[in-house]
T-cell receptor, first 111, second 117 residues
Framework: RKEVEQDPGPFNVPEGATVAFNCTYS??????FFWYRQDCRKEPKLLMS???SGNEDGRFTAQLNRASQYISLLIRDSKLSDSATYLC????????????FGSGTQLTVLP | SQTIHQWPATLVQPVGSPLSLECTVE??????LYWYRQAAGRGLQLLFY??????ISSEVPQNLSASRPQDRQFILSSKKLLLSDSGFYLC????????????????FGPGTRLTVL
């Protein structure tokens, strides 16, 4: 089983739609969780950290379910500019320096 | 604020030639530094990380090496490139956020796209 698993997609949604991505992680003792965004042929950029209580940043909402070991990202009112690959990232236990990246979920928002 | 630079942006090299990619970070001190590779359509693969000058940890055995000659400089090298070395090479840094006791988020440079022919 992969340490971090994501549905690769692609997700093709119309502008204005709500879309949700899920990600599962294998190590229940993992400590920190993030969502990164990667545009085509560009570097990954931190989108948001995921806190235990859930957190929201504008149209983006992240949730963490430790019992089921999954993380979700909800995007409301999708914009064309949201088209990108979304990477689920986990900080495993005992690894103060490293992160484990999922392979990413591709999103295309259609006009 | 912190910035991270990588160069060159694009590189085309013949098989068997040497490689040197450079990464520098500004606006922070004693960062953790990382080299990743992303093959076309694939996820990020951690190659090396460094917690200080001269301290390099290798994650994947291969014909690549890394060095950290200065606190904010990280270099990725190869003596002889293979076709399989083609990919998108990303340098990243992380540091202690204020009030935190461990490194968390990593921040990436713009990357070098390497094609080995």
């Amino acid at each position: 089983r992969k340490e971090v698993e994501q549905d690769p997609g692609p997700f093709n949604v119309p502008e204005g739609a709500t879309v949700a991505f899920n990600c599962t992680y294998s190590n229940s003792a993992s400590q920190s969780f993030f969502w990164y965004r990667q545009d085509c042929r560009k570097e990954p950029k931190l989108l948001m950290s995921v806190y235990s209580s859930g957190n929201e940043d504008g149209r983006f909402t992240a949730q963490l379910n430790r019992a089921s070991q999954y993380i979700s990202l909800l995007i409301r009112d999708s914009k064309l500019s949201d088209s990108a690959t979304y990477l689920c990232v986990v900080k495993p236990p005992g690894s103060a320096r490293q992160l484990t990246f999922g392979s990413g979920t591709q999103l295309t928002v259609l006009p | 604020s912190q910035t991270i630079h990588q160069w060159p942006a694009t590189l085309v090299q013949p098989v068997g030639s040497p490689l040197s990619l450079e990464c520098t970070v500004e606006g922070t001190s004693n960062p953790n530094l990382y080299w990743y590779r992303q093959a076309a359509g694939r996820g990020l693969q951690l190659l090396f990380y460094s917690v200080g000058i001269g301290q390099i940890s290798s994650e994947v055995p291969q014909n690549l090496s890394a060095s950290r000659p200065q606190d904010r400089q990280f270099i990725l090298s190869s003596k002889k490139l293979l076709l399989s070395d083609s990919g998108f090479y990303l340098c990243a840094w992380s540091g202690y956020p204020p009030g935190e006791s461990s490194y968390n988020e990593q921040f990436f440079g713009p990357g070098t796209r390497l094609t080995v022919l």
